[in-house]
């Protein structure tokens, strides 16, 4: 089973289960959970394989059919009855693919800044390459140079708004990353190796929650074309966000969760925020 942490638990409330990215794990969910907690939400975070204290097997190959099988054993563990499940970044290709799977133990599926993978052979071949660098990489010049690296992606500029003492926590939660769990993630379930979803949207019936930043332009097209393609779904564009939505304006995304969830004005209307 993957490791998971419980923040809070009543068996009559909704429960909602946090995926983190890539280089990161369940504690990188700090700035929102207490929120999510104090509004009546069992809270269950998840270390995804190769990240954090998970003890997957290097045996076995991380596929996303084995992660969506793992989640699903955490879900039968805790006996929850009405799930919503978030996905960041990578974490939101892991939940995309859980939902097309198993629909029926779902309430709701919210995704940030994700994607449903790649849709031609050649741009999947290319970014296989791409992954297996990168993992290659990460042993090459050593996990410090490579979290350096990671953190100057375009991706993470708008993360410059963040407190000193923020940037330093995320620094140290991937530098506390385990370099093999991290090399075989990329190569086992990273973006290239991922089968596409693409072509699962337009039959799905989860009512969906897809999240963007204003300022992480790849992600609100491809999260507008999910928006157009997945029936019941509701897109949201975040002011002042670039990736990390849920470390850049943790009070929005707190807000999103909620009404999405529990219900309210917000959850009507999509637009900015």
């Given at each position: 089973m993957l490791n998971h942490r419980v923040k809070s638990f009543d068996?009559?409330?909704?429960s909602i289960i946090l995926l983190h990215g890539f280089i990161s794990d369940h504690t990188s969910f700090h700035l929102v959970e207490r929120t999510l907690s104090k509004q009546g939400l069992n809270v269950?975070?998840?270390?995804?394989?190769?990240?954090?204290?998970?003890e997957s097997s290097y045996d076995e190959i991380w596929s996303m059919d084995f992660i969506v099988?793992?989640?699903k054993e955490v879900?039968?563990?805790?006996?929850?009855?009405?799930?919503?499940?978030?996905?960041y970044s990578m974490g939101g290709r892991v939940a995309l693919s859980f939902a097309v799977q198993y629909p029926e133990l779902l309430n709701g599926l919210i995704l940030e800044s994700a994607s449903p993978g790649l849709k031609d052979p050649s741009d999947k071949q290319n970014r296989i390459e791409v992954d297996?660098?990168?993992?290659?990489r990460i042993h090459?010049?050593?996990?410090?140079?490579?979290?350096?690296?990671?953190?100057?992606?375009p991706l993470f500029n708008s993360q410059s708004i963040l407190s000193t003492e923020e940037r330093e926590r995320i620094k140290q939660m991937r530098l506390s990353q385990n370099p093999n769990g991290l090399s075989k993630a990329l190569k086992d379930y990273g973006t290239g190796s991922q089968p596409s979803n693409w072509y699962h949207l337009n039959t799905m019936t989860v009512p969906t929650c897809i999240i963007v930043g204003?300022?992480?332009?790849?992600?609100?097209?491809?999260?507008?074309q999910m928006n157009e393609s997945i029936k019941n779904s509701k897109f949201y564009i975040v002011n002042d966000a670039g990736h990390t939505i849920?470390?850049?304006?943790?009070?929005?995304?707190d807000t999103i969760i909620i009404e999405f969830i529990l219900g309210g004005k917000l959850c009507q209307d999509n637009g900015k925020l």
């Open positions: 068996e009559h409330n909704p269950i975070t998840i270390d995804l394989p190769g990240h954090g204290h998970d099988s793992k989640i879900i039968d563990y805790l006996e929850l009855k009405k799930v919503y499940l978030h996905g297996h660098n990168r993992a290659a090459e010049i050593g996990l410090p140079h490579f979290v350096e690296e990671w953190s100057k992606l204003q300022k992480d332009e790849k992600f609100i097209q491809i999260g507008k849920h470390v850049e304006q943790p009070s929005k995304f």
